[in-house]
């Protein structure tokens, strides 16, 4: 998914295996340490990675501070993104019950 020039169109460029590897290892830790983060989407049907959905910190260059709201997805798992919706809703409401949550998507 990370490799894919689509799926990154508005985040940067594609990433190698190790830089996405990399990237996933920092997510976890990020997670580990604040106890929320990101998690894998998997296809019902056969199991297989289609994105990750879950929260992260709202990035310092972004004027304003809170929880961001987010997901990917792979290009097979487009046009069906209803599927992030019950990870994403569980994650919510379990993870920052009172905090203030912000999604943003490209255009």
Known sequence: MNAD???????????????????VAAMTAAFDERGF??????SRENGAFVGRAGLDVVDASMPFTG????????????????RAGGPLRSCVLYRISGAVAVGTIAP
């Open 67 to 82: 929880v961001d709201v987010g997901w990917r997805l792979a290009r097979s798992a487009w046009g069906r993104s209803e």
């Open 37 to 42: 983060g990101w998690w894998a989407i998997e």
């Open 5 to 23: 020039p689509e799926v990154r169109e508005h985040l940067g460029a594609p990433l190698t295996r190790e830089r996405s590897d990399a990237s």
